[in-house]
């Protein structure tokens, strides 16, 4: 992992601890070493489980996600200290396993370098070199049913709570 990314941390990916690094233009993550279950069975059989498949594991290895691929961020409690930190990219999602405290920065971070917040090394903020244009007004779905399907579909993504997506619902019911 080189030394000029923005964040450094431990997770805990598909089963093995992975190193990860977050770069202004890409998400690295590293797995290493041999997992809990095969060092168990090499211990069990007395090696001979670890000389028959060897000693490095098959899925360890690095993997990349380029920033501009992010389409979302999205943190969810993995039990007592723990959070998950999903990030969907086109074709690929990851989960990192973090602690409760670390996950809100990563979030912020990720979320940050998807918006263009955060410039590249020897690059003016985006404010500065490109001027703002108010955006259009996203069109709307035609019909309610469209309108609540595209609800559904943004919090089974995750992206609206319950609470958001039941609210939202009885607005456009009311409308009709």
């Not at 360890?60 to 999903?86: C, F, H, Q, W």
């Amino acid at each position: 992992m080189s030394s000029n990314a923005l964040m450094t941390f431990k997770s805990h990916i598909e089963g093995k601890n992975a190193d990860v690094a977050i770069y202004h233009d890409r998400v690295e993550w590293e797995r290493r070493g041999m997992s809990a279950k095969k060092l168990t069975a090499g211990l069990l059989t007395g090696g001979a489980s670890l000389l028959a498949t060897g000693v490095r594991s098959s899925d360890a290895g690095t993997e990349m996600i380029p920033v501009k691929n992010i389409s979302s961020v999205v943190t969810k409690r993995d039990g007592l200290m723990y959070t998950k930190v999903v990030v969907v990219a086109s074709g690929n999602t990851i989960d990192f396993r973090v602690p409760h405290d670390a996950a809100p920065g990563i979030k912020a971070l990720l979320t940050d370098l998807v918006l263009g917040k955060i410039p590249a090394p020897g690059q003016a903020p985006s404010v500065t070199t490109h001027p703002v244009h108010a955006a259009a007004p996203a069109p709307q779905p035609s019909t309610p049913v469209e309108q609540l399907r595209q609800l559904a579909e943004l919090r089974d993504a995750g992206i609206l709570s319950e609470e958001e997506f039941a609210a939202k619902k009885a607005e456009i019911l009311a409308r009709m």
